[in-house]
């Protein structure tokens, strides 16, 4: 069965930029398990040493409405 934890919340760059490091530091370690926060809720995982990762950009632009523009990673894995 999957569980599935989501948040979406608006973060100022400064602070989005600090939880993408945090992101990487847990990644970094030589650990067999890493911590990540979401929402009010910390999750351990197992990565492997090699993840798939997938980055997907989208740029709109609309005369109406202003530009859109989206970034999407994704990280995955088999434990």
Do not use: H
């Amino acid at each position: 069965m999957a569980q599935r934890t989501t948040v979406d919340e608006k973060l100022p760059r400064a602070e989005l930029a600090a939880y993408l490091k945090a992101l990487a530091a847990e990644f970094e370690t030589d650990a067999d398990e890493i911590d990540v926060d979401v929402g009010n809720k910390t999750i351990t995982l197992t990565p492997p040493d090699e993840v798939d990762c997938s980055i997907d950009v989208v740029e709109r632009s609309s005369l109406l409405r202003g530009n859109r523009e989206t970034i999407a990673i994704e990280l995955s894995w088999k434990s």
